[in-house]
């Protein structure tokens, strides 16, 4: 799991399923102001207000601190536009972890890239 370091948020563990395939993302609601700063998912919801929200909704899109006009383009923006659903925390599962070591070998011959990798600006795009 990686997750931020500055925040601490609570999910109801009997939601959210920790054994899917792939990468996993958690979400929650944020203002406008918050997302503008942060990445943001864009879900298939059956509602576009986000009244309600299914349990595990697909991700149509990720973007990584878009602004105002991506947001609406995207169809990120709920509650009239107050508020969109942010990056939290993800997890991945064993063949992510094998495709990220084996792109560091071939990439990077083992040693550590010559540059940051920003899990959430880099890997969830």
């Not at 107050?82 to 972890?97: I, K, P, R």
């Not at 495709?99 to 890997?123: F, I, N, R, S």
Request: with cysteine.
């Amino acid at each position: 799991m990686i997750k931020c370091g500055d925040d601490v948020i609570i999910f109801d563990g009997d939601v959210c399923q920790w054994d899917l395939p792939g990468f996993t993302a958690l979400a929650h609601r944020s203002t406008v102001d918050i997302a503008l700063t942060h990445g943001v998912f864009c879900l298939d919801l059956p509602d576009p207000s986000g009244a309600h929200v299914p349990t595990n909704p697909k991700c149509r899109r990720f973007t990584h601190k878009p602004c105002l006009a991506k947001m609406r383009g995207f169809g990120a923006l709920l509650n009239e536009e107050q508020e969109a659903f942010t990056d939290s925390t993800f997890l991945f599962d064993s063949s992510v972890a094998a495709k990220l070591l084996a792109w560091w070998d071939t990439e990077c011959g083992g040693v550590p890239p010559p540059c940051e990798l920003d899990a959430y600006g880099d890997m969830l795009q």
